[in-house]
């Protein structure tokens, strides 16, 4: 069964950091972009970031790029995003979800709740 | 980025009903455009992929259609587990984005 875990959020004051972590089971991790996808409460999905396989590519949204990090290791079989500099509205909660055919994100996490607020 | 405007933000529907939602690029996107489904508290579900093929395992009500930069999901007679907001999103640039996404709501 595919399984998708996020994890490392919490509450943080604006101007601070954290890392969420993806940990993944049931497929060929290695060979699979996953992604960030973020929803603030009560409003709509918002893709973050994108890494895919072998890290040969990454890419972010407009309001996170020079503040967020995407990576991976898939030794642990695992992706992270480090954010820094975090605003209050990066108050969300954050799903990975990975790449499947076509360009789509089949599978999803449950999400982890980022609370940026002082 | 393009941007992906959906339409209407929110509906009022019964059993049985047929409902369409609209999702409009600002440029062209060729088919990438795939639809999901949200239920309060859950993760979404792929429900369409690159415009109107269906996923696995979702029922025959739900079809997509594309004319141009216009996408369109239609729910043919609405059951009760349909009630939940739908979301389009694109794939064809490398930043991809949603829509603001639509609350079909029971009448």
């Known amino acids: 069964e595919v399984q998708l875990v996020e994890s490392g959020g919490g509450l943080v004051k604006p101007g601070g950091s954290l890392r969420l972590s993806c940990a993944g089971s049931?497929?060929?991790?290695?060979?699979?972009?996953i992604n960030w996808v973020r929803q603030a409460p009560g409003k709509g999905l918002e893709w973050v970031s994108s890494?895919?396989?072998?890290?040969?590519?990454?890419d972010y949204a407009e309001s996170v790029r020079g503040r967020f990090t995407i990576s991976r290791d898939d030794a642990k079989n695992s992706v992270y995003l480090q954010m820094n500099s975090l605003r209050a509205d990066d108050t969300a909660l954050y799903y990975c979800?990975?790449?499947?055919?076509?360009?789509?994100?089949?599978?999803w996490g449950q999400g982890t709740l980022v609370t940026v607020s002082s | 980025d393009i941007k992906m405007t959906q339409s209407p933000s929110s509906l009022s529907a019964s059993v049985g009903d047929r409902v369409s939602i609209t999702c409009r690029a600002s440029q062209s996107i060729s088919s990438y455009l795939n639809w999901y489904q949200q239920k309060p508290g859950k993760a979404p579900k792929l429900l369409i992929y690159?415009?109107?093929s269906l996923e696995s395992g979702v029922p025959s009500r739900f079809s997509g259609s594309e004319s141009g930069t216009e996408f369109t999901l239609t729910i043919s007679g609405l059951q009760p587990e349909d009630f939940a907001t739908y979301y389009c999103q694109q794939s064809y640039s490398t930043l991809w984005t949603f829509g603001q996404g639509t609350k079909v709501e029971i009448k």
């Open positions: 049931g497929f060929s991790f290695s060979s699979s972009g």
């Open positions: 979800a990975r790449n499947s055919h076509h360009a789509t994100m089949e599978f």
């Open positions: 890494i895919s396989s072998r890290s040969t590519y990454v």
């Open positions: 690159a415009a109107s």
